[in-house]
Nanobody
Framework: QVQLVESGGGLVQAGGSLRLSCAAS????????MGWYRQAPGKQRDLVASITSDNITNYAPSVKGRFTISRDNAKNTVYLQMNSLKPGDTTVYYC??????????????WGQGTQVTVSS
């Protein structure tokens, strides 16, 4: 019922920047918390950054001071500005959205993932 489309991934040199976007569409009704996670093949999916509907943010220690999460509620979109990228940031990044349907049911959806590769 809700689709998350991610964009902005790619290949950059160490120290470079990327901006990821995740746009929600469909039967959204109301979006609450949104976040970015990353997961390498065979590894667990870990939180990178999250943001509440009131713009309260949370970051993994490894990205604090380098990454910034933000959202545009009018566009149903969450962003991740990634600066000072390191080779260790290389993996697939996933968008997550939590919300409530018009009937009052909570939901959670994941995007399909976007690849970020940082060369040394």
């Amino acid at each position: 019922q809700v689709q998350l489309v991610e964009s902005g991934g790619g290949l950059v040199q160490a120290g470079g920047s990327l901006r990821l976007s995740c746009a929600a569409s469909g039967s959204i009704f109301r979006l609450n918390a949104m976040g970015w996670y990353r997961q390498a093949p065979g590894k667990q999916r870990d939180l990178v950054a999250s943001i509440t509907s009131d713009n309260i943010t949370n970051y993994a220690p490894s990205v604090k001071g380098r990454f910034t999460i933000s959202r545009d509620n009018a566009k149903n979109t969450v962003y991740l500005q990634m600066n000072s990228l390191k080779p260790g940031d290389t993996t697939v990044y996933y968008c997550k959205a939590n919300g409530v349907t018009a009937e009052g049911y909570a939901y959670q959806y994941w995007g399909q993932g976007t690849q970020v590769t940082v060369s040394s």
